[in-house]
């Protein structure tokens, strides 16, 4: 059985003082035991956030991570530098990195093997843009994105991968894929993994929805049989995330 993950995305919001009064805020708010929990925070909060979910069973992700161990690479953040820092998870290949940063899928496979190399769990996105759904293109685009994503990762490790299938056209837009939209895609998603991989290792792999998922429209979401949490960006800042970690009470 799936443990349900559900995950904030903070984009680049709060400051390190911001972002320990947000944490401060929602400790009795993100209280449920049967799912698991993670703010992925900018960089310069990780280390103030780690602090601040201390004794409670919040962790703390991060945005980003750059493929190379260590060396000369201005402004990039390592591997080693999160999970020393007390870093669980790790976002890649997010719609907004691949667009305005030219992530490419060939960078988010290093990123992804970094990561599991590194006991990190990544937070894999995946998503097609508008034009891509209206003409038909969906499953065979994100089919493309896993299966260049997950080259040359053995199926023990695929299985601790999490994927975030987040249709571009329902992030930050308040349109949000219906429920029966994001479970056909996450299915597939899992059918395709089955087939590069095994149905045992398929099953084992998180996928979460991402793209204005908000209090209200959570519990429906999260009752798919194939969506197991969720990737929340706007409502993972206010008290409304509460609302979506406790969606099962
Ligand atoms: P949103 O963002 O919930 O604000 O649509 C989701 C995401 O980009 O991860």
Redesign the pocket.
Known sequence: MRKKLIAG?WKMNKTPSEAKKLIAELKELVVNDSVDVCYCVPAIDIVPAVEAVKGTNVAIGAQNLYFEESGAYTGEISAAMLTDAGVKYVIMG?SERRGYFHETDADVNKKLKKALGHGLVPIMCCGESLEQRESGETFTWIRSQIKAGFDAVSAEDAAKVVVAY?PIW???TGKTATSAQAEEVCGDIRKFLAELYDETTADRIRILY????NAGNAAELLAQPDIDGG?????SLKTDFGKIVNYDK
Not at 210 to 213: P, T
């Open positions: 995305n997010h987040e329902a992030i930050g991402g793209g204005s998922m990737l929340i960006g706007g409502a």
